[in-house]
């Protein structure tokens, strides 16, 4: 009888364990996290520097009392200044001290400022500035866009001149916030202002919200049996429910009832198939970004695994066997180049399996739970030419 009563008993945790696999809750309380990522490419020195300057400290000696900001720059580089404090004399220190040189990494900047805001609680925004269209980064515009609304932060912009506007304002709307056009760099003082005013103004109060991603992207999500969108979209400053959510996936729907919970963003991460194989990755370097079938599905772990317990590294629940792109992109922190992306294809097999990426080597090893073990390499020497191709272009050599 205790064995029948411990075999329930081991169901139902399993059951209810096995529910919440493909949704994870961030409690968002009422303090906010900002990025401010501001372009200090060579086309920006002079006015345009000082004004976005300008901008930038009026913006920190607004913020509210327990809001805290961090600093990130781009040219050709990222530079991560000023981590999180809410210091403001440290912060207009930091922006102060910011000097133009090279050329434009946007999207890269965006992706380090998404990927500190990660373990962030509460309210978490990225505010961007850049006078130029991207020519130096390793993520694209499509990337930003799936991790934003992957990781739940919310995304305001301004282009200054003559810039592709209308892709900045995709990457911003697809977050929930906010794009400016500054004419000229005299403007961006009031812009920075009516960004700040518009993200204040939200009332966060009563409301959850839902962030829903699927591998792969682009599937039709219903809510209550109305479209809402592709995947990857947002639900933003919702009531408190539980609501029907469908996935109209190729082969069947995904069903689940969901619920939006208050002072919470549920991050959601539809299947098609729940009964499928999991797999787990973790990479070399750290906390890099995680493209599989060129949909996002999260930053591999900050932290090494403990021996061969791998239980802390990113999970892939229920993925599909068979071949898949993989595309592995390592958050700037020194230098740019191209051995900073490594992309491969797997034919995986239906079982679970643990994954251990090198970005820079280019090799991927696969090993499955009954031990089988498969490699992919690629030749790093073909990454060294083009980073040197890239130094030449960049410097003139």
Same mark, same amino acid.
């Given at each position: ?13 399993? /059951? ?20 401010? *990522?501001?372009?200090?490419?060579? /086309? ?18 607004? @913020? ?15 530079? $991560? ?17 910011l000097r133009p040189q ?19 609680? #509460?309210?978490?925004? *990225?505010?961007?500035l850049t006078d130029g ?13 799936? @991790?934003?609304?992957?990781?739940? +932060? ?34 961006? !003082?009031?812009?920075?202002?009516? !960004?700040? /005013? ?13 962030? +829903? ?15 809402? #969108? ?35 963003? #549920? ?20 906390? /890099? ?6 949909? $996002? ?38 230098? !740019? ?8 294809? *797997? ?9 251990? *990426? ?7 090893? !696969? ?17 060294i030419q083009g980073s ?10």
């Open positions: 009888m205790r064995s029948i009563s411990l075999f329930i008993l081991i169901f139902m945790i399993s /059951s209810f364990l096995g529910a919440q696999d493909w949704i994870h809750y961030i409690p968002e309380p009422d303090n906010s996290y900002f990025v401010l *990522v501001i372009d200090r490419s060579g /086309s920006m020195e002079g006015q345009a520097l000082d004004d976005a300057k300008d901008a930038a400290v009026n913006f920190v000696r607004d @913020m509210r009392p327990g809001d805290q900001a961090a600093l990130v720059s781009f040219e050709s580089r990222v530079h $991560y200044d000023l981590s999180f404090t809410d210091d403001k004399e440290e912060l207009i220190q930091a922006i102060q001290s090279g050329m434009t990494a946007l999207y890269d900047g965006l992706a380090k400022a998404i990927q500190i805001l990660q373990n962030q609680s #509460g309210s978490r925004a *990225v505010i961007f269209n991207d020519n130096s980064s390793n993520f694209r515009a499509r990337d930003i866009r799936q @991790m934003n609304i992957g990781e739940g +932060i919310q995304c305001y912009g301004i282009g200054l001149g003559e810039v592709d506007h209308n892709e900045f304002r995709r990457i911003v709307q697809a977050a929930h916030g906010q794009y400016e056009v500054a004419g000229q760099s005299s403007d961006l !003082l009031s812009l920075y202002k009516n !960004l700040q /005013s518009t993200y204040y103004q939200q009332d966060f109060s009563g409301t959850g919200s839902l962030s +829903i991603t699927s591998v792969p992207s682009g599937v039709d999500v219903l809510v209550d049996g109305t479209s809402i #969108g592709l995947t990857p979209v947002m639900m933003a400053r919702q009531l408190p429910r539980t609501v029907s959510m469908e996935l109209k996936f190729q082969k069947k729907s995904w069903l689940q009832e969901v619920e939006i919970r208050e002072g919470y963003r #549920g991050i959601i991460r539809g299947r098609e198939d729940a009964l499928l194989p999991d797999l787990i990755i973790e990479t070399t370097p750290l906390n /890099s970004a995680v493209f599989i079938d060129d949909s $996002y599905v999260g930053l591999s772990s900050a932290f090494p695994s403990p021996g061969s317990d791998h239980s802390n590294q990113l999970t892939i629940e229920n993925i599909q066997p068979g071949w898949h792109s993989f595309r592995i992109v390592a958050v700037p922190d020194v230098d !740019l180049s191209a051995s900073q992306v490594f992309e491969f294809e *797997v034919n995986l097999d239906n079982m679970s399996a643990y994954m251990n *990426v090198a970005v820079f080597m280019k090799r991927a090893n !696969l090993i499955y739970n009954n031990g089988k073990r498969d490699q992919v390499t690629a030749d790093p020497m073909l990454d040197l191709d890239r130094f030449d272009s960049l410097f003139g050599n």
